[in-house]
């Protein structure tokens, strides 16, 4: 099934976006209303900050059968809770590390900084992430029978 | 039905119906109508439900209409959600089958989400009703003076030596001519008397702590080696000093003493000392005798300021040209930019009103003026326009013109953009009455030639070249948000845009407000705009802030952190992450305890917690992994 999936052109990842209430989430509803038109690979789980994003959401993402998991928040600097995007880069990094171990391509998370007047680039991040996950394939590392 | 476009909406319906705990799923065309309003609390009121997802658009527009809805209907508040299927999904998306899925799925998410929902209380807390306003330039006096009319303290931040910012420098005003200085001043005097002002001057608010009605906020007062309550504006001091120094507040077209007040209507009409320059000669201290006003041992000083409220009235700057890289500015003396003509037209200038050029004091008898410098440049300056400088080139012909009957004026533009009251008549009056040229095209470049300026341009509109040879050249340069904007944003925790200009909260519906609760934006530090505008918002930004003091309490958002003793180990690691110092460790229990006014609810320590002892109220890992589930499934 999954595979037969892949090989049809249209095979949209799926990808989570973790967005923070204050930029990145007002980014993408700017691109919205600004009508940006970007592939639906993306659903997105709204938090108050990227801090808030544990490690484990992300490796319970992969286990679910997501393809890619992007977290996005304020730019370095102007955070609405002081620093949390500070904390969040931090974690971000190891979990790349800590998901390549575990025998995930790290390209699948990424991370970026729309503010939330970056309707354009929030629109672009989804279609380059939507493109980079589509060359990697499906995420096949939690399917039974599969090594 | 804009969502229909993209989105089966049948479909999402049908889908909705058959989700677990789904009692009631139904479209409907404007679901934040009275009817539809109506058609919730029903369903609410007959069916027993007791949670409710609206699919619809995003949550910042309509999430508080919907759930005072479901509160008016006798269940809590925060028992609805919001699936975003307008901005998120049918606006930006194409194929209506994946969009539809999508929306589906949004849905899903939302319903795992208020399923799990606790029912919760907002948090009342006291309003400090006493307001900071940064700047003070003409929006920051309004502002200031709006609020403390109303019976509110304010006060007023600014960090130059006087407040009244550009405004006091300008001539006469567009488009009635008024004299800009005769307008301010009276303000100025008003709000320097004012009970509930007080007004710190040299001086830069460098930290800001916490919340909507109530924050503490750091000044730094730098020293003026002048004591304010003792000095009386005499100006016994500058008339000794040996050093002159150029006079940025004339644009550097005369000196100033280091010791000096910008301009004779100060407020507060107390000197300063600038001591990059002083020479510690100690002669202003002799005049200055017994009065003893003269201290060199003033130190920098910090002070806390507590308030509810915070007005951002920090203006602009003129664009910065690099010398000689803009028509020769900077390296020809008669290549100036509209600020420094307002001080040569302005009555209280160098010149006393006397139209005459920097470099040999000649009365121009051809001036040209430049309109677009550096802005609507995308390549060099600013892609944005500055709005003020198709009406101040007008103001600058006309006046030049009055001053210099037998003059000509000639303006170089790319549009007219004279959108006011009275502005369109204003230029019309400077073609007609005043016969300035008006010549609709770009300047290639100018250079000096004999005690001239040639000016190269084109008139696109007749297509041929055009050379002037002019006595002065007046760049309308671009304005840009002042000076440590940026920094201050950053310590305030504010939204700018990619300019630096402070953003609002909503472009239409909240232009004075910030995104960040409690801080109201004044003026040009949000986009370019004249003295009227600037003056409305600054009344707009005002209100706003009487309206927040005209309550005793503030509710908060509850949506804060709790922590489960039993799971808890004290390791503190939380305490440390927290940046609003609302968790402390309890030594008698040894466990950590929340203290609830203070938390903000960004959830840093949830995810720092090993111990899984800490949740967020209403966005539990739970939750999280549910809607995780939710779009994982196929």
Redesign the interface.
């Given at each position: 099934m999954r595979k037969k999936e892949f090989d049809s052109i249209d095979w949209?990842p799926?990808i989570?976006g973790f967005l923070c209430k204050?930029?990145s989430y007002?980014g993408?509803?700017?691109?919205?209303?600004s009508?940006?038109?970007?592939?639906?690979s993306i659903?997105?789980?709204?938090?108050?900050?990227t801090?808030?994003?544990?490690?484990?959401?992300v490796v319970?993402?992969f286990a679910?059968?997501?393809d890619g998991v992007l977290i996005s928040g304020?730019h370095p600097?102007?955070?609405?809770?002081?620093?949390?995007n500070y904390?969040a880069r931090r974690?971000f990094s190891v979990l790349r590390r800590l998901i390549e171990f575990m025998g995930i391509d790290p390209r699948r998370l990424q991370m970026s900084w729309v503010?939330?007047?970056e309707g354009f680039k929030w629109?672009d991040v989804v279609r380059k992430a939507t493109e980079e996950i589509r060359q990697l394939g499906p995420n096949r590392l939690f399917i039974e029978g599969e090594t | 039905m804009n969502i229909a476009r993209t989105v089966d909406v049948d479909k999402v319906v049908k889908a909705a119906k058959s989700y677990r705990g789904v009692v009631h799923a139904l479209k409907y065309k404007y679901l934040c109508s009275k009817p539809g309003q109506n058609l919730i609390k029903k369903w609410i009121e007959e069916e027993k439900i007791d949670r409710i997802v609206v699919a619809a658009c995003?949550?910042?527009l309509h999430e508080v209409t919907f759930r005072g809805v479901v509160e008016a209907s006798g269940i809590n508040f925060y028992a609805c959600e919001i699936a975003?299927i307008?901005?998120?999904?049918s606006?930006?998306?194409?194929?209506m089958e994946?969009?539809t899925?999508?929306a589906i799925?949004?849905v899903n998410?939302a319903i795992e989400k208020v399923r799990l929902d606790e029912a919760l209380t907002p948090i009342s807390v006291p309003v400090t009703k006493r307001a900071l306003v940064i700047g003070g330039g003409i929006s920051g006096i309004q502002a200031a003076l709006d609020v403390a009319n109303s019976g509110y303290e304010v006060v007023l931040v600014e960090k130059k030596s006087s407040i009244g910012g550009h405004m006091a420098q300008l001539s006469e005003t567009f488009p009635t001519l008024d004299c800009s200085q005769c307008i301010l001043t009276p303000r100025m005097v008003e709000i320097s008397q004012h009970p509930r002002v007080k007004i710190r001057t040299c001086s830069e608010v460098t930290k800001a702590s916490g919340y909507i009605g109530n924050f503490k906020i750091e000044v730094r007062a730098r020293p003026r080696y002048i004591n304010e309550e003792v000095c009386d504006g005499c100006g016994e001091c500058a008339d000794v000093c040996p050093v002159e120094i150029p006079n940025e507040w004339e644009m550097n077209l005369t000196t100033k003493k280091a010791i000096s007040i910008p301009f004779p209507q100060a407020v507060p009409l107390t000197y300063e000392i600038d001591m990059d320059h002083c020479i510690e000669c100690y002669k202003c201290v002799e005049v200055c005798g017994k009065r003893r006003a003269i201290n060199f041992s003033q130190k920098e000083s910090y002070i806390t300021e507590e308030v509810g409220a915070i007005i951002l009235a920090t203006g602009y700057d003129p664009y910065s040209l690099e010398k000689g890289q803009e028509y020769g500015y900077g390296k020809n003396m008669d290549v100036i930019d509209g600020l420094t003509f307002e001080r040569i037209l302005s009555a209280s200038g160098p010149t006393h009103g006397e139209v005459r050029r920097p470099s040999d004091g000649k009365i121009p008898k051809e001036i040209v003026f430049i309109q677009c410098v550096r802005s609507r440049n995308q390549e060099k300056g600013v892609p944005y326009c500055s709005k003020i400088c198709c009406m101040y080139t007008a103001k600058h012909a006309l006046l030049y013109k009055q001053k210099v009957p037998n003059g000509q004026a000639y303006v170089f533009y790319i549009d007219i953009r004279a959108g006011g009251k009275g502005y369109e008549e204003f230029v019309q009056r400077t073609m007609e009455e005043y016969g300035a040229i008006y010549l609709r095209g770009r300047v290639s470049k100018v250079f000096k030639e004999g005690d001239k300026m040639i000016v190269w341009g084109e008139d696109t509109l007749t297509s041929r070249k055009v050379e002037i040879a002019a006595d002065l050249v007046v760049l309308a340069t671009a304005i840009v948000p002042s000076q440590g904007v940026r920094e201050l944003?950053?310590s305030l925790?504010?939204?700018?845009?990619?300019y630096g200009f402070l953003?609002e909260a909503h472009a239409k519906l909240r232009p004075v407000e910030s995104?960040?609760a409690g801080y109201y934006l004044a003026g040009c530090a949000q986009a370019p705009r004249d003295i009227a505008e600037t003056v409305a918002q600054a009344s707009g930004a005002a209100s706003k802030v009487i309206a927040l003091f005209s309550g005793d309490f503030l509710y908060k958002e509850p949506?804060t952190v709790t922590i489960e003793e039993g799971l808890c180990m004290g390791c503190g690691v939380c305490v440390e992450?927290c940046?609003y110092d609302a968790l402390a460790l309890n030594p008698e229990k040894g466990t950590v305890d929340v203290i609830e006014v203070l938390c903000?609810?960004?959830?840093?320590c949830?995810?720092?917690c090993i111990c899984r002892a800490i949740q967020?109220k209403n966005?539990t890992?739970r939750q999280?992994?549910e809607?995780?589930?939710v779009?994982?499934?196929n």
């Open positions: 949209e799926k989570i204050w930029c007002a993408a509803d700017l691109a919205g209303s009508r940006l038109i970007y592939p639906p659903n997105i789980i709204r938090v108050p900050c801090s808030r994003i544990k490690p484990h959401f319970k993402a679910t059968g997501i304020c600097g102007s955070c609405h809770y002081v620093n949390g904390k974690r503010s939330a007047s629109a | 995003s949550p910042t975003n307008r901005e998120q999904c606006w930006v998306h194409e194929d994946k969009a899925k999508k799925k949004i998410t944003a950053d925790r504010l939204n700018i845009d990619e953003s995104l960040t949506t992450i940046p903000e609810g960004c959830g840093a949830v995810s720092s967020m966005l890992d999280i992994f809607m995780i589930e779009i994982g499934r």
